[in-house]
């Protein structure tokens, strides 16, 4: 069995999508030559209207950050007390909640989409809950129907949070329609980025108007009706993101083409499993995550994130650890093992591998062929 070769230089699990250099200049000479660097100018103004239209929403506010965005939100939806949400998520859907001065109340997930178990939720809805903040993991759509059907009968808020899910779509109905409000991210490892950034969709102009309100100091018409913060997203940002967008539809085209390979290539490798295409869904392709069986691969997942390593292929553990097992978060009576079975398992196996729209297939079939040839020596020296 012959040794593949490392990679040169690292296969990191992302890249962003970067604009073409010369137009970039053009966008900031415009900007330049305005003189108006930030406070809702036009750039912001127009990206907001671009975004409407792609992401099929009827109001978005466009912001300086995901993480500050869902504050943003639990504010303007009035969130009190306790709200249900997914252990299974980065840090900063929790910490928003906290930040809030909300408890968040841990809910299980389900094991094929990694997304909070809507049967689990309606047990831990008490006199305190006030939303549900599920999280489409990965860009697979949660269960909308169901968890809207929970709120109604309960009279709860819920915000979505979509990070993953730009452009995703459920039954040809966009992801950002679903709910109270929808929180997008536009880091640089999203799909589609503002550098930093994020934002909020919703369907009714009074949260449209206290969003944008809380996000430049709550000041109103002067009268400040209510305390806010500064979360407005600057006028180069929202410049580089009018440019990123132009190429979003060929990044997730580039991405889907190399999501098949990936799934063609490990489908017979023992220990290896992975999602497949949820019908009815449009996906965005912003992750590729496989799950690791030690007892079939002959490694854990750990042992294979440092194997890979050496190889410069640079993994992430999304999401370990769970957001309940943090410090600020064990404590919590949801946050025992016992309550969330699933979520401590996928957490303990899923490993994201490289995915973006500067790989080429053959990079793929190299990271399929070391994911195999580790497979095959592991077992080997068990053999011997
Ligand atoms: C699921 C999830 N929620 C929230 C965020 C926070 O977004 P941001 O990094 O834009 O603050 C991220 C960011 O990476 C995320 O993956």
């Given at each position: 069995m012959s040794t593949p070769q490392y990679f040169i230089k690292p296969l990191y699990v992302?890249?962003?999508?970067?604009?073409?250099?010369?137009?970039?200049?053009?966008?900031?000479?415009?900007?330049?030559?305005?003189?108006?660097?930030?406070?809702?100018?036009?750039?912001?103004?127009?990206?907001?209207?671009?975004?409407?239209?792609?992401?099929?929403?009827?109001?978005?506010?466009?912001?300086?950050?995901?993480?500050?965005?869902?504050?943003?939100?639990?504010?303007?939806?009035?969130?009190?007390?306790?709200?249900?949400?997914?252990?299974?998520?980065?840090?900063?859907?929790?910490?928003?909640?906290?930040?809030?001065?909300?408890?968040?109340?841990?809910?299980?997930?389900?094991?094929?989409?990694?997304?909070?178990?809507?049967?689990?939720?309606?047990?831990?809805?008490?006199?305190?809950?006030?939303?549900?903040?599920?999280?489409?993991?990965?860009?697979?759509?949660?269960?909308?129907?169901?968890?809207?059907?929970?709120?109604?009968?309960?009279?709860?808020?819920?915000?979505?949070?979509?990070?993953?899910?730009?452009?995703?779509?459920?039954?040809?109905?966009?992801?950002?329609?679903?709910?109270?409000?929808?929180?997008?991210?536009?880091?640089?490892?999203?799909?589609?980025?503002?550098?930093?950034?994020?934002?909020?969709?919703?369907?009714?102009?009074?949260?449209?108007?206290?969003?944008?309100?809380?996000?430049?100091?709550?000041?109103?018409?002067?009268?400040?009706?209510?305390?806010?913060?500064?979360?407005?997203?600057?006028?180069?940002?929202?410049?580089?993101?009018?440019?990123?967008?132009?190429?979003?539809?060929?990044?997730?085209?580039?991405?889907?083409?190399l999501?098949?390979l990936y799934r063609q290539l490990l489908s017979d490798i023992p220990g290896i499993?992975f999602?497949?295409?949820?019908?009815?869904?449009?996906?965005?392709?912003?992750?590729f995550?496989i799950?690791v069986?030690?007892?079939e691969y002959g490694l854990n997942r750990?042992q294979l994130f440092l194997k890979l390593q050496e190889y410069n292929i640079i993994c992430?553990?999304?999401?370990?650890?769970?957001?309940?097992?943090?410090?600020?978060?064990?404590?919590?009576?949801?946050?025992?093992?016992?309550?969330?079975?699933?979520?401590?398992?996928?957490?303990?196996?899923?490993l994201t591998l490289p995915l973006?729209?500067s790989l080429n297939t053959t990079d793929i079939e190299k990271v399929c062929d070391i994911i195999r040839k580790i497979q095959q020596k592991s077992f080997n020296n068990k053999k011997n």
């Open positions: 992302t890249q962003p999508v970067l604009p073409d250099l010369k137009e970039t200049y053009k966008m900031i000479e415009g900007i330049w030559q305005s003189k108006q660097l930030s406070n809702n100018g036009p750039m912001v103004q127009q990206l907001e209207k671009e975004l409407e239209k792609f992401l099929g929403v009827k109001y978005f506010s466009a912001l300086c950050n995901g993480t500050a965005a869902l504050q943003i939100a639990c504010k303007a939806l009035k969130l009190t007390g306790e709200v249900i949400t997914t252990p299974f998520t980065f840090s900063a859907t929790t910490h928003s909640l906290a930040w809030n001065n909300l408890k968040p109340v841990f809910c299980d997930i389900e094991e094929d989409t990694f997304n909070i178990n809507p049967d689990l939720i309606e047990p831990l809805i008490t006199r305190k809950t006030s939303a549900i903040l599920p999280v489409h993991v990965f860009g697979n759509p949660c269960d909308v129907e169901k968890i809207q059907q929970i709120a109604d009968k309960h009279g709860l808020k819920v915000l979505y949070d979509a990070a993953h899910a730009f452009g995703v779509k459920l039954h040809g109905k966009p992801i950002g329609i679903f709910g109270d409000i929808t929180m997008f991210s536009f880091h640089a490892t999203k799909v589609f980025h503002t550098i930093e950034g994020g934002g909020l969709s919703c369907s009714q102009a009074y949260l449209k108007e206290r969003v944008d309100n809380l996000r430049n100091f709550g000041q109103g018409d002067a009268n400040y009706p209510e305390p806010g913060t500064n979360a407005k997203l600057n006028e180069v940002q929202a410049g580089i993101g009018l440019l990123v967008l132009k190429k979003v539809e060929e990044e997730i085209k580039k991405r889907n083409k999501t098949s499993t999602n497949r295409d949820i019908a009815g869904v449009t996906h965005n392709y912003s992750y995550a799950r069986n030690p007892d750990d992430r553990k999304y999401f370990f650890p769970l957001c309940s097992n943090f410090e600020c978060y064990r404590n919590l009576s949801s946050a025992s093992k016992s309550n969330l079975p699933v979520a401590n398992r996928v957490a303990d196996s899923v973006h729209g």
